[in-house]
C-alpha cells in the first residue's frame, strides 16, 4: 500500500494513510515527519523517495493513528507524558482494530489491502520533547508547543517558515477528549486553556490537520475555545452518542457549525 502524497506547502508534503496523514517538513539540512500513521505500508521508503536527508521523527501524541508506523524508524521524539499511550496502544492487535474500525468504515474496498500492508511490532528508542525545544532542519525550524488537551502529552510544532502550526487532533472538526482515567487524558478545561495559549500564539495562519482536509485558518482554533467555553460556563448541553470510535457526550452549538466536542460528561474541569 501506498501513501497518496501531495505538497501542501513549501517544501512540505502530506502522506495520506486512508483514515489519518503524516507530514514531512524538508529543510537545507534535515526534514523531519511528524507522525507515522498507523503503520500502513512502508512509510519510511516513501519519505527517502522525497528526500534522503538526516530524518527527525516527531510525535504530536502517542494513539494509535500517530504513533502506529513508529517501528519504521529507530528513533522518535515526543512527550514523555504520552510515552506508554504509544506503547498500549500502537501494538499490533490496535492497529489491526484501528484499520478495521476506520478504513473498513470509510474505504471497505481497500481494507484487505491495509490489513496486509500493516508492519510487524518493532523496537525503537522513545526520546523525549518538551516546550520551546526548536528542530532545526537547516532555514526552516519547528518548535515545540505543548498542547495537554486530546491527549495529556499532545504537541504541536510551529514552523513560522510557512506560517503553519501542526496539530495532531487538537484542531480537528471532531474533537475527542479521552478520559483522565486512562493515564493519558484530560479534563475540558485543561483542552480549552491549551486552545487559548494556541490562540495567543504568534507565527501561524493556518493549523495543520491529520483528519480530512488537512489545512484550515487559525479561526478553528477561536471557535474550538468558543465551543468549549459554553460546555465549561454550563450554556451548552451535550448528548449521549455514539458514532464509529466515538462515545460519550457530544457538545454541537450552531454557533459553531461544523464542530464537535466528544467528552465523559464527569470529565470537565480541572481537580
Known sequence: MKHNIKEIAPNTWCLNEMAVQSFLVVGEERAALIDTGAGMGNLAKEVKEITDKPLYVL???GHVDHAGGNGQFPVVYLSEKDFQASIDMCTYEKRKWYVETRVGRFSPEHLEEALQSLIPDQPYSRMAIREGMVFSLGGHDLEV?????????????LDRTNRLLFTGDMANDSVINHKKSVGYGTTVETYHRSMEK????DGYDQ????????????????NLIGLTGKILDGSLTGIQD???IREGVNYRSEEFPGIEFWCDGDNIFDE
Open 59 to 61: 510525535n504530536t501524541h
Open 145 to 157: 508547543i505543548e498542547t495537554p488537551g486530546h491527549t495529556l502529552g499532545s504537541i504541536c510544532f
Open 198 to 201: 494556541l490562540w495567543n500564539l
Open 207 to 222: 493549523v495543520v490537520r491529520f483528519h480530512g482536509q488537512p489545512l484550515k485558518g487559525r479561526e478553528q482554533v477561536k
Open 242 to 244: 455514539k458514532a464509529g
